[in-house]
């Protein structure tokens, strides 16, 4: 019997971004004719390397859902400012009922998260985290908290310098006066001009008549 000829199989290209699904739905729409069903999905993407997003895709099968919500998550990257390994700063954010609090960790911490929050951290390539997740346990929620504390990270000036290895300037030290001094041996201050002090001017003495008026005749 004449074996089958072998398809060539192409590599297959890497992905730009991981993918990561928090939450598949159901929801109904209540129309004329009766109630629509269709599918909700959550998906968070990231290449690990600071840059997350988070989109939400509806359609009526699962996977049509899921790829629409890739689709809005991309026009969504966020770039995150990682330092060691872990964000720069604490940071804590509300969303709705969900509130969550991220702080920075030392090297072999690890992600402190659980959840939605866990998801979000890890595909931003966050590898040493604390957090904490307040109020609603709604997954969807956590993410968009989660995702908006992300968003409001900042560098300071001191973190930018250590990051990029720049050397401190030191600062600059004003020469004393007598060093100053020492420099211009021959040179003398400036000498203010004596003012002679003006003679004061005596009062005029009015002259008196002193003889006596004649009498009338």
């Not at 990561?20 to 599918?39: A, M, N, P, S």
């Not at 940071?91 to 072999?108: D, E, F, N, T």
């Not at 998801?119 to 969807?140: E, F, P, R, T, Y």
């Not at 004003?174 to 004061?200: G, I, L, R, S, Y």
């Amino acid at each position: 019997m004449a074996r089958k000829a072998k398809r060539a199989t192409l590599p297959k290209e890497a992905k730009e971004f991981l993918e990561e699904v928090i939450q598949i739905d159901r929801v109904t729409r209540v129309v004329k004719g009766g109630r629509r069903l269709r599918f909700r999905a959550t998906v968070v993407i990231g290449d690990r390397n600071g840059r997350v997003g988070i989109g939400i895709g509806k359609a009526n099968e699962v996977t049509a859902a899921i790829s629409k919500a890739i689709a809005k998550a991309k026009k969504t990257i966020l770039q995150v400012p990682i330092i060691n390994d872990t964000i720069p700063h604490q940071i804590k954010h509300k969303s709705k009922a969900a509130y969550v609090l991220l702080m920075p960790a030392g090297p072999g911490t690890g992600i402190i998260a659980g959840g939605a929050v866990r998801k979000v951290v890890d595909l931003a390539g966050i590898k040493n985290i604390l957090s904490k997740s307040i109020g609603s346990s709604n997954k969807l929620s956590a993410a968009r908290a989660t995702y908006e504390a992300l968003s409001m990270l900042r560098e300071n000036p001191y973190i930018k310098r250590i990051k990029k290895e720049e050397p401190v300037a030191a600062p600059k030290m004003e020469a004393p006066v007598e060093a100053a001094a020492a420099v211009k041996p021959d040179a003398k201050p400036d000498a203010k001009p004596v003012q002679k002090p003006t003679p004061k001017q005596e009062p005029k003495k009015v002259e008196q008549n002193t003889e006596p008026k004649e009498k009338a005749e």
